[in-house]
């Protein structure tokens, strides 16, 4: 791959391939890591690009593998680390509990429900880059938003909004 269009897909879709490894390395020098290790696997590879979209989904599925692989690693077990409040800087107090809540999901939920909401991704691509079927996907993400749902009932006593149109939009969103 040519040097400039890899530095034209790094600075158009960083954002992305970051928020994508901060979900799985829940720190922020981790998901720095897997980011650089994405990107670093687009430049060696001959990855071929026939469009924006779908160099957007071969980006998060590659750094979905990197820091899926970083995961097994046994010594990546014994750590434990989380910087959520470095990654939600400048953000809503919602919207922090939404993304520490979507962080906190099982994997197979995790990702998901990012790509579906924060991505924009239809179920169908989802499907594709995560090869599996396109109803397991929307099966997940109801069960996502069943378990999402009911620990945000649990928990809305504690969470004060900002105002009530605020309020109505996260409980529109799940």
């Avoid at 992305?16 to 897997?34: E, G, I, W």
């Avoid at 970083?70 to 014994?78: A, G, I, V």
């Avoid at 880059?129 to 945000?152: F, P």
């Amino acid at each position: 791959m040519q040097v400039k269009s890899a530095e034209e897909l790094y600075n158009k879709y960083f954002a992305a391939v970051y928020s994508v490894c901060f979900l799985y390395m829940k720190n922020q020098a981790d998901a720095c890591d897997m980011v650089q290790e994405t990107f670093l696997r687009l430049l060696q590879g001959k990855f071929a690009y026939e469009d924006e979209e779908k160099a957007r989904a071969w980006l998060i599925v590659t750094a979905s593998n990197c820091c899926k692989s970083q995961l097994r690693k046994c010594w990546r077990k014994k750590q434990v680390a989380y910087d959520a409040a470095v990654h939600d800087k400048g953000k809503v107090e919602s919207d922090n509990l939404l993304l520490r809540m979507v962080q906190e999901l099982e994997e197979k939920y995790r990702l998901p429900v990012y790509l579906y909401y924060f991505e924009g991704y239809h179920s169908e691509e989802i499907a594709k880059m995560l090869r599996v079927n396109a109803s397991t996907v929307r099966s997940r993400l109801a069960k996502a938003r069943k378990i999402l749902r009911l620990e945000l009932e649990g928990k809305e006593c504690a969470v004060t909004f900002p105002e009530n149109e605020q309020q109505e939009k996260v409980r529109k969103a799940w």
